[in-house]
């Protein structure tokens, strides 16, 4: 009876698209926080290739067992998305190690800004005034965060704000490329493309660090993985704008890891930032559920 009962609140788990998309939500700040404190010890490359490596070696014989051929439709799209999805990663790597986790995150999540724009850059997704309006808020949310008098301004703060433009590509990219291909394939080709990217880089002046952070490292790679697949999975009983929303809650979340773990300072500049940011991200996710454009979480 116990194992039916338990079988049964796995299975209703496994269909409710709130709970596997906020539990997703949840490890990803649990990695954001572990590559916080292995950022002393290993490059961006590093930790990239780790997370692609191993992602790709347990996504192909998934993919290869289904029938899905590797290479995927639209060929290009993909190999465009890898690429920018990678420089995302990396930049979100470099600020994460420059500057506190929490701020970190926060400028990250400025993505839906970047989404609007580059929609209608790449493909004229017409912007709506309110849109227009969101993405203002969001500009003053940046400035006020970053810190209006730059005393605290950093390399750090660019890195975010790279982070999340090449992220907004990405995104974009990923809307067009599911209309014909399986989120497994899109993930892998992200994988395949961020191995050759890193791979150069992960080499030079490669050093054989400590047991430990080895295992710090591949821990990393396993959870962005299993994040990944839970969100994925979420998606499924979700509009994508909808698990936006539910994602944007990692702000929270690793905010208070870098307050708990690593002391990060909360300031008023911080705290009005952040609201002006997070409240245009959440106004510009509302919006996509009426809009042409409504693409899928990023999945870095």
Excluded at 10 to 28: E, H, Q
Excluded at 108 to 118: C, D, E, G, N
Excluded at 150 to 159: A, I
Excluded at 273 to 286: D, P, Q, R, T
């Amino acid at each position: 009876m116990k194992r039916d009962g338990m079988a049964f609140v796995v299975k209703r788990f496994l269909k409710s698209g709130f709970w596997l998309i906020l539990l997703a939500t949840v490890i990803f700040s649990l990695a954001d926080v572990l590559i916080k404190s292995i950022s002393s010890s290993f490059t961006p490359p590093q930790i990239g290739f780790t997370r692609f490596l191993l992602g790709g070696l347990i996504l192909w014989p998934i993919l290869s067992s289904r029938g899905i051929s590797l290479r995927g439709d639209h060929t290009v799209i993909l190999i465009l998305r890898g690429l920018f999805g990678t420089l995302s990663f990396f930049c979100l790597l470099k600020c994460i190690a420059m500057i506190p986790l929490s701020n970190a995150i926060v400028l990250f999540y400025t993505f839906p800004l970047f989404v609007v724009l580059f929609s209608f850059f790449l493909f004229r997704t017409a912007i709506e005034k309110g849109e227009l309006v969101l993405i203002g808020v969001g500009l003053v949310g940046i400035y006020v965060l970053t810190n209006p008098d730059f005393h605290s301004f950093s390399l750090g703060y660019m890195f975010g704000l790279l982070a999340s433009g090449f992220g907004g590509v990405a995104m974009v990219l990923i809307h067009k490329a599911r209309q014909t291909n399986d989120p497994f394939i899109i993930y892998f080709h992200f994988c395949l493309v961020g191995m050759v990217l890193c791979f150069p880089f992960c080499i030079q002046g490669f050093e054989l660090p400590h047991f430990q952070h080895w295992i710090l490292l591949i821990s990393v790679a396993l959870v962005l993985l299993v994040a990944q697949i839970l969100m994925n999975h979420g998606l499924k009983f979700y509009k994508a704008s909808e698990g936006s929303l539910i994602m944007m809650s990692e702000v929270v979340f690793a905010g208070i890891g870098g307050v708990l773990i690593f002391e990060d300072p909360v300031t008023p500049n911080f705290l009005a930032g952040a609201l002006l940011i997070v409240g245009s991200g959440v106004g510009l996710n509302l919006m996509t559920r009426r809009s042409r454009h409504s693409p899928a979480p990023l999945n870095s």
